[in-house]
């Protein structure tokens, strides 16, 4: 199957606005979020130490805060926006777990469905 092969994942309405969800894609955890602007998918472990984002909360609308370490991520592109600074001392891991996007998967909407493409 080529990577741009789309896979059906949820319905629109299993992902209320403001809210995300975990799925299992091809053996993967994939986090959909809601957002204002339309639905998103990035990986759905922290990229720092792979902590759960599921947990996380959505800040700003747009960002998804983890709640290990604190890192901070765009949903929309998946970028650094803050890197893990909770508690104090925890930078000291940077020096080997250094800033890494989220990876992120291109979403389609058809009917009341979300398809995700790249899995
Ligand atoms: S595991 Fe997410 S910030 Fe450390």
Request: hydrophobic share 40%; aromatic share 10%; charged share 20%.
């Given at each position: 199957?080529?990577?741009?092969?789309?896979?059906?994942?949820?319905?629109?309405?299993?992902?209320?606005?403001?809210?995300?969800?975990?799925?299992?894609?091809?053996?993967?955890?994939?986090?959909?979020?809601?957002?204002?602007?339309?639905?998103?998918?990035?990986?759905?472990?922290?990229?720092?130490?792979?902590?759960?984002?599921?947990?996380?909360?959505?800040?700003?609308?747009?960002?998804?805060?983890?709640?290990?370490?604190?890192?901070?991520?765009?949903?929309?592109?998946?970028?650094?926006?803050?890197?893990?600074?909770?508690?104090?001392?925890?930078?000291?891991?940077?020096?080997?777990?250094?800033?890494?996007?989220?990876?992120?998967?291109?979403?389609?909407?058809?009917?009341?469905?979300i398809y995700l493409?790249?899995?």
């Amino acid at each position: 199957m080529s990577p741009s092969t789309e896979i059906a994942v949820c319905s629109e309405k299993d992902v209320p606005l403001g809210q995300k969800k975990v799925f299992q894609v091809k053996g993967q955890a994939i986090l959909v979020y809601h957002l204002k602007d339309g639905f998103y998918a990035t990986q759905a472990h922290c990229t720092h130490a792979f902590w759960p984002l599921k947990g996380g909360k959505i800040l700003e609308g747009y960002t998804v805060q983890c709640p290990f370490h604190h890192a901070i991520f765009d949903i929309r592109t998946g970028e650094v926006v803050e890197w893990a600074n909770f508690p104090p001392g925890i930078q000291l891991l940077n020096i080997v777990r250094g800033k890494k996007a989220l990876k992120r998967y291109k979403v389609n909407r058809r009917e009341g469905k979300i398809y995700l493409q790249g899995v």
